[in-house]
């Protein structure tokens, strides 16, 4: 009797530790460089609604970087002090953050980089190529333009690897058609409002000169199109170029007033969190987001161990735009 209560006290004691570890939960922190912007809040609402934050696997906290990197930095200094388990960051500065990655690595505090890339890191990084993305969207702007014309480019913040690198993509077309001129260039970070402002006072310097705009993103996008119909100016007048599927974008490219190319915040922020998850969980880990089964032909899984996962730009036409509109609206859970 006594040998039995022993052993059935054994297995209760094994079951209850099973159950504590199937029960562990990660403390995971999400540092995105601000929150202003259609994307970044579109990114961390689909990260919410990942399985393992929905279930409690994941206890989750978002940071605001308020657009600053010494924001940011101090944020990635406060996840590693309170000890979390894994940072999944978008930095707004590219080369600023690389410092604070480096000493919470070197704390063993894992980092995934999402959406933005982080120079001189070896953290993961999921995300779309960005270069792709400008030259995708420069291409389309010389198919409008036949090949010649004045065009302004609205720049996301300086130094962001998503300015510098879709800059690059934009610049690498654009000189292979000598006849189309960049008459202006500038930021307006990543801002409706600043675009739109930014955009008036080029309309009024080239009242006649301006065929039309490069924007580096959805946001920046729809204030250059609010001053351009500011103008009584319409998208045959002076067409727009975006990038990102944000939904007010998609709403106004089945319109053709802008073009645009839909980056996947969805894929991004749980695709991060999917593969922090296989490094603290191990090899048993299988990833829990649908969308490595909407992009199973293009991304592979690779039992989370890739260095780089791209996803592929999705072009926002007539034909997909109400579908589209209604992926980047309604969470998966």
């Known amino acids: 009797m006594k040998?039995?209560?022993?052993?059935?006290?054994?297995?209760?004691?094994?079951?209850l530790v099973s159950n504590i570890a199937q029960a562990e939960s990660y403390k995971v922190g999400?540092?995105?460089?601000?929150?202003?912007?259609?994307?970044?809040?579109?990114w961390v609402r689909e990260l919410k609604q990942h399985p393992?934050?929905?279930?409690?696997?994941?206890?989750?906290?978002?940071?605001?970087?308020?657009?600053?990197?010494?924001?940011?930095?101090?944020?990635?200094?406060?996840?590693?002090?309170?000890?979390?388990?894994?940072?999944?960051?978008?930095?707004?500065?590219?080369?600023?953050?690389?410092?604070?990655?480096a000493r919470a690595q070197a704390s063993d505090v894992l980092v995934i980089a999402s959406n933005t890339n982080i120079a001189n890191s070896k953290a993961p990084f999921i995300g779309n190529d960005d270069i792709e993305g400008g030259r995708l969207q420069a291409q389309a702007m010389v198919d409008r333009l036949g090949g010649k014309g004045n065009v302004v480019i609205i720049q996301g913040p300086i130094g962001q690897s998503a300015q510098i690198d879709r800059e690059k993509g934009?610049?690498?077309?654009?000189?292979?058609?000598?006849?189309?001129?960049?008459?202006?260039?500038?930021?307006?970070?990543?801002?409706?409002?600043?675009?739109?402002?930014?955009?008036?006072?080029?309309?009024?310097?080239y009242p006649n000169g301006i065929n039309g705009i490069i924007a580096?993103?959805?946001?920046?996008?729809?204030?250059?199109?609010?001053a351009v119909k500011g103008r009584n100016l319409s998208h045959q007048d002076m067409p727009i170029t975006s990038i990102d599927g944000m939904p007010d974008a998609i709403r106004v490219a089945k319109n053709g007033e802008v073009i645009t190319?839909?980056?996947?915040?969805?894929a991004q922020s749980q695709g991060a969190l999917d593969i922090a998850l296989r490094k603290l969980v191990g090899s048993d880990y299988k990833p829990r987001s649908v969308i490595w089964q909407r992009y199973a032909k293009d991304v592979e899984w690779s039992d989370g161990t890739s260095k780089a996962y791209i996803l592929p730009w999705?072009?926002?036409?007539?034909?997909?735009?109400d579908t589209l509109y209604q992926q980047v609206t309604q969470s998966t859970k």
């Open 261 to 266: 190319f839909l980056q996947d915040a969805q």
């Open 314 to 321: 999705v072009p926002v036409t007539r034909t997909n735009a």
């Open 170 to 205: 934009e610049l690498e077309i654009l000189q292979k058609h000598p006849e189309i001129k960049i008459v202006e260039k500038k930021t307006a970070n990543w801002s409706r409002s600043e675009a739109m402002s930014l955009t008036e006072d080029w309309l009024n310097a």
């Open 52 to 101: 393992a934050v929905l279930d409690g696997t994941v206890q989750l906290t978002i940071f605001d970087g308020n657009y600053d990197a010494l924001t940011q930095n101090n944020q990635i200094d406060t996840m590693v002090t309170q000890q979390y388990d894994a940072i999944l960051f978008v930095p707004i500065d590219t080369k600023a953050a690389a410092g604070a990655v």
């Open 3 to 15: 040998l039995t209560s022993v052993f059935t006290a054994l297995a209760a004691a094994s079951f």
């Open 216 to 226: 580096q993103n959805d946001d920046m996008a729809l204030g250059a199109l609010q």
């Open 30 to 42: 999400a540092a995105v460089y601000g929150l202003k912007g259609q994307f970044m809040q579109n």
